[in-house]
């Protein structure tokens, strides 16, 4: 089923980022907004909706430099049939470290004009797209709100030079309103207090090119990172596994001991993902926190944002 609506978010960055701003950190976010703006009964209400089908997809960012859109670097086969010489050993090498690649690029695979990764370095530009930094900070107790018996530790900042894009396909087109509301009012990531995780949003439209490879076919690259699915063949599938743990976010209520989401396994970005049969989605949402005596549950979100291969 092709969406009802599409969506593009300009994100300008004015401050430094606590993580990056993944697909499952954008849900985060607008869930929190939801619940400030709506109410909790909203947010409840949506949440519901996920568990059983998605009424919307969020993308992972897809960066903005000198007017050109860079997509994450789609994972693709080695040529063996490649002479292995210095040149295209470097070029392999290239191609590797390269975490995004060029709009051009990243059409040519939908397209099928380009299977392997060297045929990919062709298309490689170099170039940083964020930075991250190492920070010391004092350990703060969040109930006496004093640095008493805290210890210094390290924390990785992320640093946006440039702009970047998310995009939203929605199932059910009454979301698209919640969805504005909340990406005005809420930050993005950790340490929101110390004045991290602002942006500016401009909402534009999506390329016709992109809304082309909507269409389901039996293979994809997702935009986000994404939880397994029985769908998946992943005997003929290429992906990197991405485990991942985290503390729940509790910025806009009363200080409480910090809660320790369980552990999920994903499927990174970028993953191309063969299936044996086409669905309205793939992932899925995963309870990753039940703590009855505090009336918590929290969920991860995991549905991959696929744009569909057409092989020539």
Known sequence: MMPKKTLRVDFLPRSAFKGYPDSYTLFGAICWGIRVLEGEEALTDMLEKFKEKPPFLISSPVFIRKGKLFFP??????NSEEELTPESYSLRKKVKKAKYVSEDAFRAVLEGKVRTSGELSKFTEEGEFY???NTIHASINRITW??????????EV????????VFFLFYQEEFEALVKSALRFVQLGGNRSTGMGRYKVIFGDVPEWFIKHLEPTENFISLSPHFYDDSFVLEESLYEPKPLMGIVD??????TPAIIKRKVMYIDRGSNIRVKNRKDFYGGLKEVVRDEGRNVTVYQYGYAFPLYVRWQ
């Open 73 to 78: 670097r789609p994972a693709l086969e080695e």
């Open 131 to 133: 930075s991250s930094l």
């Open 146 to 155: 004093t640095t008493s018996g805290g210890e210094l530790y390290n924390e």
């Open 158 to 165: 992320y640093y946006f030079s440039l702009p970047f894009s």
């Open 250 to 255: 509790n910025y806009f209520y009363a200080p």
